[in-house]
């Protein structure tokens, strides 16, 4: 039977211990300070303490992120050993996760999407995608993928300085609590899959609400991946929202059964909700100083969207980086940092970019592209994008 206040044995016959177990507001300022794992045990004590912490995890509305790069002690990916224990510290209780980790040290089992049988517990601890959806909770919506290079902020602190990772290991995880006025689906479409039916329950289609799409493609290059792209990238170019991503090595997600070996496909999540604002700039391939970098960049600051609760994602081509800087290093992700002090800048370098000049507001979509005006080669898309 489940007790109204904690027992004696737990408190003590104390004047705190008869505040702890009575008096809600006292209780609920605690456990703003309590990480959220340590939160759900805490609920379980009684129901005064189970009613304060789901009010606290309510209030848990935004977002954050784990980042980690460099060689690890251990032999698997240094992201993996970074969630296994910066999870415990997190505040808020992740809905959607979003993964991006270099492919040259993510140890990715070639056939981890066709393995239809209960994995043994030996193969789940060899299988690191396996790994990283055991570190979520289990109705935690996952995307992940893997690619050439990644761009991380350290994690801890929006205002650290971003960091290209043109190669070396890198990852991050970027959480999603659930948000009021914010809804976020995810997607994994492949050429059996993609369908009408299949873009309506993402929210890409007959969705009014509908504001930004992060898309990433994979093996689209092979026979028949670039009408699969054009067909889904036409259907999004026809609605006013912000559309960004790229071409990635590899991706998985919850649909673990969507491709079949060898397989073209595409990934991604859609946010919509009044609360969402969007904008993004295309850093075109003639754009090789320092200078003109970070003009190009300042045109983001146009839209005036808020920092807080705000995330930047940098989208490059692997051909970029410092090939394009006369062999200097960071230049794109150190222009943003001088433009936008406070917001954390995550990204990737990969085969092939998907934006273009866009702002996405409330009442107003300012700028129209076609899908070949979505599809770019030596450029980087800078973007923003804002929770409420």
Known sequence: MERDAASPNILG????????????????????????KNLLRIASVCRLWRNCAHRVLRRQQKLTWLSASGSPIYE??????????????????????????????????SSYRHK???????????????????????????????????????????SSPPEEHEEGEAGFSLLFPAMDGVTIRPFHFCKKTLNESAMEEAGLINNPDLKVVLIFDYETWKAGGGRFLNKLLETLSQNNVLIIGGQVERAFSNN?????????GAVGLTF??????????????DVNTPKAAEATIQRLKA???????????????????????????????????KIFSNIPLLGFFGNGEIGCDRIVKANYTLSETDADGLQHSFTTVMSLVHFG
């Open 303 to 337: 839209a005036n969207i808020p920092e807080k609760n705000t995330v930047g994602f940098m989208f490059a081509c692997v051909g970029r980086g410092h090939n394009s800087y006369n062999n200097q290093r960071n230049v794109e992700a150190s222009a943003f940092r």
């Open 76 to 109: 698997e990916h240094v992201l993996l050993r970074t969630m296994a224990e910066d999870l415990e510290k997190v505040y808020l209780l992740p809905q959607t996760a979003l993964l991006m980790v270099d492919r040259e040290n993510f140890n990715w089992p």
């Open 256 to 264: 673990t059964s969507c491709c079949s070996p060898g397989s073209f």
């Open 13 to 36: 016959e104390s004047k705190a211990g008869y505040i702890l177990s009575n008096v809600a507001e006292v209780v609920e300022r605690i456990l703003t300070f309590v990480p959220t």
């Open 272 to 285: 919509s909700g009044s609360k969402i604002q969007g904008a993004s700039v295309l850093v075109d391939q």
């Open 116 to 158: 239809k049988a209960r994995k043994s517990e030996d193969e789940v601890e060899s299988d690191p995608v396996e790994r990283l959806r055991r570190l979520l909770p289990s109705t935690c919506d996952v995307v992940g993928i893997a690619t050439s290079g990644i761009v991380v902020t350290p994690s801890g602190s929006p």
